[in-house]
Each structure stands twice: as structure tokens, then as C-alpha cells.
């Protein structure tokens, strides 16, 4: 047992609707872990940069960090750019438009709530959004449509509009356990050895697996 190769564009043999995403990213503000994928079947993967990731313009201070084995379905949506000017009367991004709106005020000074930081082994269902500032913890799960606004912690799933955790997937002492075994950090063959492990709730095995030398 291997494992698809990480550094491949399409994983699935003969299929060209996921992609592992860290090898077609070209932004310098995006960055992706190994085996994340990205599955769209409308538009095409290739396009994440495109429709997926919103307004990542020149001017945006905001990165947007992915760790390894994310699944993320299609319509998932990030977005980098921070709010208009709020404290003026008028909202408007006049700058932008150039043609002397630039001297308005800086671009570069919009407000930005900080970079989008998602852990490992999180999945994104089907058209969720994510705002910037918001932090994912490892093992998390957004449910279809939800719209994230607020930082989530590891092994929660959130739904809803704004989305609130609606459940915790394990009990505190286990996702402590978790947290520390960290099995997505292992080498890959070590991942292989232990896969029916990770695929499975016996978390005594797979601490013990962890502790191996």
C-alpha cells in the first residue's frame, strides 16, 4: 500500500473532477496541504482560484492557509478581501476606480479581520463560505451552506447562517487525545501501516500506533 502520490494534479485515475489542490494554486497568498482535494464536477477544479476564492485582489493583506487530508466540496467559497471602509459616510471603494478616486484614501488601509486558517482533516460540505479572520480547527466539519463567520473548534460541526456548532464529534478527553496524536503529521507510510485505524473509532489503538517507535 501506497497511497496516491501527493504531488500528482489528478489522484483519481481517469477522472479529472478532484484534484489535490496544492498543485495548481499560483497565488502566493494560498497555501494548501498534501492530499486536501478539491471536487467539482461544474465548472472544474481547476477553477478554485477563479470562483472559489473571492476577491483575492493585489491589494489584499489576507492569506488563506489549508492544512493536509481537507475535503472540499464544490461552491465552497473563501473570502479574502477584508470589509469596505467603515469609518466614513459612504462606504464606497472610490479608490479602485482611479482617475484621481485614489487620493480618497489608501486602498491598502481597508480593514481585514486576518487570514483564513483551516487545520487538517476538515471537511467542507457543499456551498459553504468562509469569511476571513476565521480560524478552523483540525478534524472540524461545515455542514452544506454554512456561512462561517467566527472561528471553529477542532472537531465541531457547525451549520447555519451565521454557523454555530451544533455538535461536538467526540467527547473533550477524546479530541485532547486526538489533538495530540495528530496522525495526519505521521509519515506516510506510517499513515498506510495504521489506515484501517484512522478509518475507524478505536482511538486506544490508534494512540497506541502513535507511540511506536
Given at each position: 500500500?501506497?497511497?496516491?502520490?501527493?504531488?500528482?494534479?489528478?489522484?483519481?485515475?481517469?477522472?479529472?473532477?478532484?484534484?489535490?489542490?496544492?498543485?495548481?494554486?499560483?497565488?502566493?497568498?494560498?497555501?494548501?496541504?498534501?492530499?486536501?482535494?478539491?471536487?467539482?464536477?461544474?465548472?472544474?477544479?481547476?477553477?478554485?482560484?477563479?470562483?472559489n476564492?473571492?476577491?483575492?485582489?493585489?491589494?489584499?493583506?489576507?492569506?488563506?492557509?489549508?492544512?493536509?487530508?481537507?475535503?472540499?466540496?464544490?461552491?465552497?467559497?473563501?473570502?479574502?478581501?477584508?470589509?469596505h471602509?467603515?469609518?466614513?459616510?459612504?462606504?464606497?471603494?472610490?479608490?479602485?476606480?482611479?482617475?484621481?478616486?485614489?487620493?480618497?484614501?489608501?486602498?491598502?488601509?481597508?480593514?481585514?479581520?486576518?487570514?483564513?486558517?483551516?487545520?487538517?482533516?476538515?471537511?467542507?460540505?457543499?456551498?459553504?463560505?468562509?469569511?476571513?479572520?476565521?480560524?478552523?480547527?483540525?478534524?472540524?466539519?461545515?455542514?452544506?451552506?454554512?456561512?462561517?463567520?467566527?472561528?471553529v473548534?477542532?472537531?465541531?460541526?457547525?451549520?447555519?447562517?451565521?454557523?454555530?456548532?451544533?455538535?461536538?464529534?467526540?467527547?473533550?478527553?477524546?479530541?485532547?487525545?486526538?489533538?495530540?496524536?495528530?496522525?495526519w503529521?505521521?509519515?506516510?507510510?506510517?499513515?498506510?501501516?495504521?489506515?484501517?485505524?484512522?478509518?475507524?473509532?478505536?482511538?486506544?489503538?490508534?494512540?497506541?500506533?502513535?507511540?511506536?517507535?
Open positions: 500500500m501506497t497511497g496516491p502520490n501527493p504531488n500528482t494534479l489528478y489522484p483519481i485515475q481517469d477522472y479529472d473532477k478532484v484534484i489535490f489542490l496544492k498543485n495548481h494554486i499560483q497565488a502566493k497568498n494560498i497555501h494548501i496541504g498534501d492530499y486536501t482535494y478539491f471536487d467539482d464536477r461544474r465548472y472544474g477544479p481547476e477553477k478554485f482560484e477563479d470562483y476564492v473571492l476577491y483575492n485582489y493585489d491589494f489584499s493583506k489576507v492569506k488563506l492557509v489549508i492544512g493536509k487530508f481537507c475535503a472540499i466540496a464544490a461552491e465552497t467559497r473563501f473570502i479574502m478581501t477584508g470589509d471602509k467603515l469609518d466614513a459616510i459612504s462606504t464606497y471603494p472610490f479608490p479602485i476606480f482611479g482617475n484621481g478616486w485614489e487620493e480618497a484614501f489608501d486602498i491598502y488601509d481597508l480593514p481585514v479581520k486576518g487570514d483564513i486558517i483551516v487545520g487538517n482533516d476538515v471537511w467542507f460540505g457543499y456551498d459553504s463560505l468562509i469569511k476571513n479572520g476565521v480560524t478552523i480547527g483540525n478534524g472540524a466539519i461545515i455542514a452544506t451552506r454554512a456561512v462561517v463567520v467566527k472561528d473548534p477542532p472537531y465541531a460541526i457547525v451549520a447555519g447562517n451565521p454557523a454555530k456548532v451544533v455538535k461536538m464529534r467526540f467527547d473533550d478527553k477524546t479530541i485532547e487525545r486526538l489533538q495530540h496524536i495528530s496522525w503529521d505521521w509519515d506516510i507510510s506510517k499513515i498506510n501501516q495504521h489506515l484501517k485505524l484512522i478509518c475507524n473509532l478505536d482511538i486506544d489503538q490508534l494512540e497506541s500506533a502513535a507511540n511506536e517507535s
